[in-house]
């Protein structure tokens, strides 16, 4: 058992203290911070090992409920404008909030709420192949990745959110092929806030300055994306 174990319990310790004393600020509060925030709850609530533990869950869990809505357009899209960093991101905020779930420490439905308007946002953005736009940095960061080289990143995190909320008529076909998506939701049950779905495929984001244009001429696909809007994320952009 890792609890029996004194290094891992020394390393556990060290990396918990740095995490607290030592936030990312300024132009690396973005998903610095939400990873940051993600790997001290989870190991907090996993492992809650220590006298300080308890503190550390708290207030992870108060850093991530809050940027849950500072770092994410009320459309669903990451502020950072960033295709991969919405990704990441995204991948966070569902590691934590179902290690929320699993421990007893729900983050509760708005936060949830927030987190399928991000799965829905990318539902609606991946073209025909299922990608997404290829726009701003990508450093191939991944939230939890236990699969093999030849997943598809986008279509694992829409299944993840399919069996977690429920795909929509308009999202594209979805394949529950990943390791990661099966061990995310097995015995998972969110609740979430009220606020209504897309009733149909979004083509504009206006808070995030993002219009897509779609045409099917003879069953293949024309697309293109418009951006009208802010650049980046704070002191970032």
Not at 30 to 48: D, K, R, T, Y
Not at 77 to 99: K, P, Q, S, W
Not at 120 to 143: F, W
Request: hydrophobic share 40%; with cysteine; charged share 20%.
């Amino acid at each position: 058992m890792f609890e029996r174990n004194t290094q891992f319990l020394n390393q556990l310790y060290d990396h918990q203290t740095w995490l607290a004393v030592f936030p990312s600020r300024t132009s690396s509060a973005n998903n610095h911070l939400v990873a940051e925030s993600a790997g001290q709850f989870i190991a907090a609530a996993a492992f809650p090992c220590f006298a300080k533990s308890d503190r550390w869950r708290r207030q992870s869990a108060e850093m991530i409920a809050k940027q849950a809505f500072a770092q994410t357009f009320a459309s669903g899209l990451n502020r950072e404008l960033a295709t991969d960093y919405h990704g990441m991101v995204l991948e966070l905020f569902l590691g934590a909030a179902i290690e929320g779930e699993l421990t007893e420490h729900s983050f509760g439905s708005a936060v949830w709420g927030r987190i399928r308007a991000m799965i829905d946002a990318l539902a609606a953005i991946v073209d025909s192949t299922g990608h997404p736009p290829r726009q701003g940095d990508g450093d191939d960061g991944i939230g939890l990745l236990l699969d093999g080289p030849g997943y598809q990143r986008w279509n694992a995190l829409l299944a993840t959110g399919s069996r977690l909320f429920g795909s929509l008529p308009w999202w594209p076909d979805v394949a529950h092929e990943d390791i990661r998506t099966v061990l995310w939701t097995r015995g998972v049950s969110v609740c979430v806030d009220a606020e209504p779905r897309p009733a149909a495929r979004p083509s504009l984001f206006a808070d995030a300055g993002h219009v897509y244009l779609r045409s099917y001429a003879s069953g293949e696909e024309i697309w293109c994306r418009c951006d009208h809007g802010p650049h980046g994320f704070r002191s970032i952009a």
